[in-house]
């Protein structure tokens, strides 16, 4: 059973940055997708970033488009969510998951993910 833990998360000034890290233990990453998702309360929980399991692809949703960057390290079972230019906007509970999933095309689609961390908390200021 893999266990997945953020961290990185914190208080920031509107256009800072934060990057936040996604460590598994139980099992390695390296043959799955893995996803950052972001949620705020009272609102579903939704898709920020998605990488391939050979780092080759990356996802986004067009709200972090050119701000965030997804990027994994398989030696050390990691992956990173770098964000730059953070808005008020970006603040929410960050989770990151593993996918299950075979392919890349569903990898924003929060149901084809089967594992989750217990999340990293991001607050921008205005």
């Known amino acids: 059973q893999v266990q997945l833990v953020e961290s990185g998360g914190g208080l920031v000034q509107a256009g800072g940055s934060l990057r936040l890290s996604c460590s598994a233990s139980?099992?390695?990453?390296?043959?799955?997708?893995v996803g950052w998702f972001r949620q705020v309360p009272e609102k579903e929980r939704e898709f920020v970033a998605a990488?391939?399991?050979?780092?080759?692809?990356?996802y986004y949703a067009d709200s972090v488009k050119g701000r965030f960057t997804i990027s994994r390290d398989n030696a050390k079972n990691t992956v990173y969510l770098q964000m730059v230019s953070l808005k008020p906007e970006d603040t929410a509970v960050y989770y990151c998951?593993?996918?299950?999933?075979?392919?890349?095309?569903?990898?924003?689609?929060?149901?084809?993910?089967?594992?989750w961390g217990q999340g990293t908390q991001v607050t921008v200021s205005s």
């Open positions: 990488i391939s399991w050979n780092g080759v692809r990356t």
């Open positions: 139980g099992r390695t990453l390296s043959s799955n997708a």
């Open positions: 998951a593993l996918s299950y999933y075979s392919g890349n095309s569903k990898l924003s689609d929060r149901k084809f993910y089967d594992s």
